[in-house]
């Protein structure tokens, strides 16, 4: 890993820095690893997703950034904007830790926009003299592209109720009020989400209670972090990421996962009652901290990103070369039949350049690829009646080695992907594969291949399985097995801007 000490973890970006992160930039920017159309790092470290929303005719997305080395140091916001979803530019810091109550880093939070105007909750990472933690949920304003504003006084004080891990604001309008809902972790050390509510979102915020989740009466693990609330339909969406959860059978074995539950929320009682247990909502290797976009110009849905990451994990490839972290591929969520499905935002398709291999039926039609794997690709298997299927993905050759394996047997409508064969290996405490039973048989799967990253959504988004992938220069070859498969792989176009921006004008 690029070295990074202690004092410097606690730099704070200026602008006279530009020139030599520019330089690092350009280093970076020379990586095999460096992604086609997902948001990555300008430098340093991303991890969540933060502020995202919709305002004057641009999706405005903030991420959790460190900007000198790919280490968890103090943390800043960077902005990115988008027309839809799809090509992302790269517009600057949006939010440095200048303030008092965020002397220790500028944590995750969330937005809503009102006219032309975001207005954002964030959790200011505050250490007093004696370096006790003491979080306070802040507000800061932008206005236009570039105007960044800071309120005087925080929102939210600590709760003395709870311990000091209280953080990760996300404020939503719900009829004629606001309301935050609050990650925390109770003095029983239990995690669960607690609620404020006021009529302005600039002042006079109220603390209600904790959200009361039926079935969950002794909280989740013991820290939740970023929760959100959805409507979707005529349902209630609850998503959060809990720390602590155990292991059971095939779900929940990454060390941290994120989840979600169907119901109803009632803030009359602060109770949500849901329809199902808690499921999660990526069933892969790597994937956290999800946000949903307020002011969705979609009606039909809402629209998600996550960090391609999970806390604690180690990305020896690109930490090595001084950066660290992606964004999913932003997700429509809908629910169909009781159960949420996530899929590629609509337009995805942009990104398709030239067919490079086409088989109908299991007839070969046309092949440019001749077994070589392409870095950035997108690939659509459609077969209800294949007995079974083996996708190897960055294979060292035809024989034994398996690359990224994706597999799956009709008689046991088991689906699974390992990526024990890869030479670079991750974080294997938590496992080398990942399996789903499929109810309903596999029908479709959708492959987005990235570089460094493979996002496979199941059967129209029934499921999704992310996982980091840092195949060699030997392992360049895909195998393909199954009867009867229809398979075409399409190379891609580029969609995210790189370009080393640092600072607005107006900054």
């Known amino acids: 890993m690029a070295t990074v000490n202690e004092l410097d973890k606690k730099r704070m970006l ?9 330089r690092v930039h350009e280093k970076i920017a020379e990586s095999s690893w460096r992604a086609t159309y997902h948001v990555q790092p300008v430098t340093g470290l991303m991890n969540d997703p933060n502020g995202f929303t919709y305002c004057n005719k641009k999706w405005h997305l903030f991420y959790q950034w460190f900007p000198f080395g790919p280490v968890h140091g103090l943390k800043h916001w960077y902005h990115v904007t988008s027309p839809d979803l799809i090509h992302w530019e790269n517009r600057g810091v949006a939010l440095l830790p200048t303030g008092k109550y965020e002397n220790s880093g500028c944590y995750s939070g969330s937005a809503i926009s009102e006219g032309d105007t975001i207005y954002f909750a964030y959790t200011g990472n505050y250490r007093d003299e004696n370096r006790v933690r003491r979080p306070h949920q802040l507000l800061a304003t932008l206005e236009g592209d570039e105007q960044y504003t800071k309120a005087m006084r925080p929102l939210i004080t600590p709760n003395e109720n709870y311990t000091e891990h209280q953080r990760d604001p996300k404020i939503v309008r719900i009829d004629d009020m606001y309301y935050i809902f609050l990650g925390a972790q109770n003095k029983q050390e239990q995690g669960v989400i607690l609620v404020y509510r006021s009529d302005s979102i600039l002042t006079d915020w109220e603390f209600l209670g904790e959200l009361k989740v039926k079935g969950y009466e002794n909280g989740f693990g ?4 970023c929760p959100d609330v959805q409507k979707i339909g005529l349902h209630d969406v609850l998503i959060f990421s809990p720390q602590g959860i155990e ?18 929320l009632d803030l009359e009682t602060l109770t949500f009652t849901p329809d199902g247990p808690m499921q999660e909502l990526d069933r892969g290797f790597d994937f956290y901290a999800p946000q949903c976009a307020s002011q969705n110009i979609y009606s039909d849905c809402s629209i998600m990103s996550a960090w391609f990451g999970v806390p604690d994990y180690t990305y020896p490839p690109t930490d090595e070369e001084g950066w660290s972290g992606l964004q999913t591929f932003a997700r429509e969520l809908t629910i169909r039949k009781g159960k949420l499905y996530q899929t590629p935002v609509r337009g995805f398709e942009a990104l398709k350049k030239d067919e490079l291999f086409c088989a109908k039926n299991g007839e070969i039609i046309s092949d440019r690829l001749h077994g070589q794997m392409p870095n950035s690709a997108i690939i659509r298997i459609e077969n209800p009646d294949a007995e079974s299927l083996d996708l190897n993905l960055f294979s060292r050759n035809y024989v034994i080695a398996r690359g990224f394996a994706i597999s799956y047997e009709k008689y046991t409508k088991r689906l699974r992907i390992d990526r024990s064969d890869l030479t670079n290996q991750l ?30 959504f199941v059967n129209e988004g029934e499921y999704v399985l992310s996982a980091r992938i840092f195949p060699t220069k030997e392992e360049h070859m895909i195998r393909m097995g199954g009867k009867n498969l229809n398979l075409s792989i399409w190379s891609t176009e580029p969609s995210v801007d790189d370009a080393p921006v640092f600072f607005t004008e107006n900054q």
Do not use: A
């Open 427 to 456: 974080n294997v405490e938590y496992g080398t594969d990942r399996q789903i039973i499929l109810e309903n048989g596999l029908t479709s799967m959708d492959i987005f291949v990235d570089h460094s990253t493979v996002e496979i």
């Open 14 to 22: 200026m602008k006279r820095d530009t020139d030599e992160l520019v």
């Open 247 to 264: 292991p059971s059978k095939d779900e929940f074995r990454n060390k941290f996962n994120s989840v979600y539950l169907i119901g109803d």
């Open 222 to 225: 013991y820290m939740v972090e």
